[in-house]
């Protein structure tokens, strides 16, 4: 399959990238500085851009099978790249007949906030984190609006560590028996699976252990 990821050089979409090469896909990194990239594969393909360039989005996506967005914004609290890049993605996709989406959301949007304990509803998403959590949400509606073949993955807070699989998906919104942690990697391979398993289809999916 040929797989877009933007988002390409943070710390899960590298991830990301290295599993879906692992898997046998043909992977395009877009990113603003791809050379970041520590990866030497015949598969991968090297985009330099902005995700605000609606333009240079678009062009990027012509020709792919699938979109993985895991855009993000480093430690700014108050860019809207994940919204405004999605929009731009969305937009591309529609321009060039792509359907299918998979973009990395956080644990705590929409319905799922009751998954949270009260550190992370009032202090991080509801104090320190609130312009982050606020367009993760816009991003969401965006994407659920697009008409795509859409899934949204919804992780808890990262960590760093090996894929271990071992964390639980698909949990429902009333669920707070969770550590509320993720591993990077974990992530990782829960988008890369999306390109060929369609259980999500349409759907927002939680992952944590």
């Known amino acids: 399959m040929k797989v877009i990821i933007f988002g390409a050089t943070g710390t899960v979409g590298a991830l990301a990238v290295r599993r879906m090469l692992a898997d046998g896909h043909q992977v395009t990194a877009f990113a603003r500085h791809p050379g970041n990239l520590d990866i030497t594969d015949p598969a991968l393909r090297r985009v330099a851009g902005d995700a605000a360039d609606e333009g240079a989005v678009a062009q990027a996506i012509a020709g792919h099978d699938a979109v993985v967005v895991t855009l993000g914004a480093g430690t700014s609290r108050k860019s809207v790249v994940r919204s405004g890049g999605t929009m731009n993605v ?76 071992g964390y639980r998906e698909g949990f429902g919104g009333r669920e707070q028996r969770l550590k509320l942690k993720i591993s990077r990697a974990d992530v990782a391979g829960f988008l890369a699976r999306q390109l060929t398993d369609r259980r999500y289809m349409q759907q927002a999916v939680a992952i944590s252990n």
């Open 90 to 165: 969305i937009r591309g996709m529609q321009a060039h007949g792509v359907s299918r989406l998979i973009c990395q959301s956080t644990l705590g949007a929409h319905e799922s906030w009751s998954n949270l304990n009260f550190f992370w509803k009032r202090i991080m998403f509801g104090l320190l984190l609130r312009p982050v959590f606020l367009d993760h949400e816009l991003q969401e509606k965006l994407v659920r609006a697009s008409g795509l073949d859409w899934t949204i993955v919804r992780p808890s807070a990262f960590t760093d560590g090996p894929d271990t699989a």
